[in-house]
């Protein structure tokens, strides 16, 4: 049990959940790369892949090597912040270049929401040890919400498998890693409140 909790926990890792998010984007609802040729949408995932996995990647295990953090899981609360902040500088890097590129504009309010909960999350570590793993599963949750309210998208199954897939998720962190109860919860919730919002409110308005 303990080590499908740790391989579930390795494939939904946070740093995955944008590239996993845009590329569900781009699968499921058609008007979002309905300008984009074949070869644009593999351009686009490889440029998330490499600005939201790639980058933070090489950053932290330059962090490793200069002490800042001890692991790229990141164990203590106090080594997150400055992991935190990179994320942020690439999230925001990515976001301009998605604005860069033609993209029905639920794209880029489905990134702002990203970075909405990755800053969420940062301003909550220095004090309480917020679930990230969670917080990636409920924006990736959130955002499948987002598409199924704005465009009417038949996506029952989807978000039934990734409800399934967060509850499967938190309980491999509960397993695996010191969260309690309440730091999944609300890093489920900071998730979906954020992607979610982001995605509705500008239609809304």
């Given at each position: 049990m303990t080590?499908?909790?740790?391989?579930?926990?390795?494939?939904?890792?946070?740093?995955?959940?944008?590239?996993?998010?845009?590329w569900a984007l781009l699968v499921l609802d058609p008007h979002v790369g309905y300008f984009l040729q074949p070869h644009g949408r593999l351009l686009l995932l490889g440029m998330v892949a490499v600005m939201t996995i790639v980058f933070p990647v090489l950053s932290v295990l330059m962090m490793m090597r200069t002490g800042l953090v001890s692991s790229l899981e990141l164990?203590?609360?106090?080594?997150?912040?400055?992991?935190?902040?990179?994320?942020?500088?690439?999230?925001?890097?990515t976001l301009y270049l998605l604005f860069r590129t033609p993209l029905h504009p639920i794209a880029y309010a489905l990134f702002t929401g990203i970075l909405c909960a990755i800053a969420i999350s940062a301003s909550i570590t220095p004090w309480w040890k917020i679930s990230a793993h969670m917080v990636g599963i409920g924006g990736f949750v959130g955002m499948l919400f987002g598409l199924w309210f704005v465009h009417g998208l038949d996506l029952f199954a989807p978000i039934v498998a990734a409800i399934l897939l967060a509850g499967a998720l938190a309980t491999s962190r509960l397993l695996t890693s010191d969260h309690t109860h309440a730091q999944t919860l609300v890093g489920a919730a900071v998730g979906v409140l954020c992607t979610f919002g982001a995605m509705v409110l500008p239609m809304l308005g």
């Open positions: 080590v499908f909790a740790r391989i579930l926990s390795h494939v939904l890792h946070p740093l995955l959940m944008p590239f996993y998010s845009v164990p203590r609360r106090e080594e997150r912040m400055a992991p935190y902040l990179m994320t942020l500088l690439y999230g925001g890097m």
